[in-house]
């Protein structure tokens, strides 16, 4: 049973914004850190970002400065803002609850293109 529902992907020209967001389950999702990994064909999930449940976040260093991870407990929602997208960017985005296993959505695809 798919528990995290990410949606907002599509096509995006270089130097665009695109905002991701995934809804998870309602239940103590306060208490969970939140992250988004991406994937590209061939090759391993990779970190993008990350919103703890203290309010502490965290970037990689090929997304800081252009992404901002933010989530609504309220909404039991957390979104991804992309802007200045490269095409290195292109990839399918996931989001998490690190502290589970195996925890994962079905992702959307965002491609970055002219």
């Known amino acids: 049973q798919v528990q995290l529902v990410e949606s907002g992907g599509g096509l995006v020209q270089p130097g665009g914004s695109l905002r991701l967001s995934c809804t998870a389950p309602?239940?103590?999702?306060?208490?969970?850190?939140m992250a988004w990994y991406r994937q590209t064909p061939g090759n391993q999930r990779e970190f993008v970002a990350l919103?703890?449940?203290?309010?502490?976040?965290d970037y990689s260093d090929s997304v800081k400065g252009r992404f901002t991870i933010s989530r609504d407990n309220a909404k039991h929602a957390v979104y991804l803002q992309m802007n200045s997208v490269k095409p290195e960017d292109t990839a399918v985005y996931y989001c998490?609850?690190?502290?589970?296993?195996?925890?994962w959505g079905q992702g959307t695809q965002v491609t970055v293109s002219s």
């Open positions: 998490t609850r690190p502290e589970l296993s195996d925890d």
């Open positions: 919103f703890k449940a203290d309010g502490r976040t």
């Open positions: 309602e239940r103590l999702f306060a208490i969970y850190d």
